[in-house]
């Protein structure tokens, strides 16, 4: 068996304050991790810490320039336990997509759209939340009853209630 980490989190930035109105959510941000301090996180967002205007894949450090910026980010952290299939699946992916980076967009438009209930979708374009949900469908791990671009960082806090292992700052967690 192997393990994965979800994590919910509240930067506090402009964006993520406008998507907290639009889902009425405390936490407006989703991304994966392999390891269990979490010091790699993979997602969709700002690729330069200054500009959210060039989004899309995005591999962030704890250590990197968005959280030495964004240091206040807090965040709920579950845990959740996979075959060892999975969690190989799930490596092979985000190192495919890491591999070819600049073809996956943030999607702007359908995060508008979203947030209304329309399920449109552009190939390569995703919020992190879509590709959250999507990658861990498509590997089996869980299904959120819903279309996986519809999924809302809400719908990861109710389904993996009983899998959080912290709540608090994302920057001085350390397992």
């Not at 980076?101 to 329309?118: A, P, Q, S, T």
Request: net charge positive; proline share 3%; charged share 25%.
């Amino acid at each position: 068996m192997a393990k994965i980490y979800i994590l919910l989190m509240q930067t506090f930035t402009i964006p993520a304050r406008l998507i907290r109105l639009c889902t009425n959510y405390e936490y407006s941000h989703v991304a994966l991790s392999l390891d269990k301090n979490c010091d790699v996180l993979y997602s969709f967002g700002r690729r330069k810490v200054n500009s959210i205007w060039n989004g899309g894949f995005t591999k962030e450090l704890k250590t990197g320039p968005f959280f030495h910026k964004f240091a206040n980010t807090k965040c709920i952290i579950y845990e959740l336990t996979i075959t060892n299939e999975q969690y190989k699946k799930i490596e092979m992916i985000l190192k495919k997509m890491s591999q070819e980076e600049n073809k996956y967009k943030y999607d702007f438009l359908g995060l508008i759209v979203r947030c209304i209930g329309i399920p449109l979708t552009i190939k390569n374009h995703y919020v992190c939340s879509f590709f959250v949900a999507e990658l861990l469908k498509k590997v089996q791990v869980i299904n959120l009853d819903k279309k996986p671009c519809l999924v809302k960082p809400k719908d990861f806090a109710n389904y993996l209630k009983n899998k959080e292992i912290y709540v608090g700052n994302y920057v001085t967690y350390n397992n």
